[in-house]
């Protein structure tokens, strides 16, 4: 199974930061990786596909890059909406994984 | 609008069966893959099982496989997994999930989860 390691597990910043979030492959996974945002209570949301595709509909501050074993989130500009924890996805093999989630706090 | 809203979860003692239902509005439901996404506060988000679209194809997590089998009802636009044989592990919310358009295997659309909780 491709075991997915997300650093940091928490991030605390500030309104208008730029923060970045590192997703790690325990082997290559080409660019197969999504992005979710979850808050809580809710059900996680698809913000990016194939590492640096962003999903119609979610705000241009959100990236994503990377390949092969490591792929990073970035958020531009952190907004008030954008406070909630974050996971990675990989989809190049069943069982599809997750990472642990990176709690992004004020 | 495009939503998907599950049934189903409940309080169950261990060795017990339990059937969750999705169902599916706002797109073409027998044009996509489907999934179920389980999550724990402990062990974080797992996906669980898939079925393709037609049905024909379905894949599972190792630690269900054997035990829970999902389907689909395509002309009621409708996504089960049937649980059998339920321990504490599988405790947890359980959210049905879109394959999207683009990537089958992410998820573009879920559900609001449902609670299953096993206990003796």
């Known amino acids: 199974d491709v075991q997915l390691t997300q650093s940091p597990s928490t991030l605390s910043a500030s309104i208008g930061d730029r923060v970045t979030i590192t997703c790690r492959a325990s082997q290559s996974i080409r660019d197969w990786l999504a992005w979710y945002q979850q808050k809580p209570g809710k059900a996680p949301k698809f913000l990016i596909y194939?590492?640096?595709t962003v999903e119609s509909g979610v705000p241009s501050r959100f990236s994503g890059s990377g390949s092969g074993t490591e792929f990073t989130l970035t958020i531009s500009s952190l907004q008030p909406d954008d406070f909630a924890t974050y996971y990675c996805q990989q989809y190049e093999s069943y069982p599809l994984t997750f990472g642990g989630g990176t709690k992004l706090e004020i | 609008q495009v939503q998907l809203v599950e049934s189903g979860g409940g309080v169950v003692q261990p060795g017990e069966s339990l059937r969750l239902s999705c169902a599916a509005a706002g797109f073409i439901f027998s044009q996509f893959g489907m999934h179920w996404v389980r999550q724990t506060p402990g062990k974080g988000l797992e996906w669980v099982a898939f079925i393709s679209y037609h049905g024909s194809n379905q894949y599972y997590v190792d630690s269900v496989r054997g035990r829970f089998t999902i389907s689909r009802d395509n002309s009621q636009n409708t996504l089960s997994l049937q649980m059998n044989r339920l321990s504490d592990d599988d405790t947890a919310v359980y959210y049905c999930?879109?394959?999207?358009?683009?990537?089958?295997?992410?998820?573009?659309?879920w559900g609001q989860g449902t609670m299953v909780i096993v206990s003796s």
């Open positions: 999930a879109k394959g999207s358009v683009v990537v089958p295997d992410a998820f573009d659309i």
């Open positions: 194939k590492a640096s």
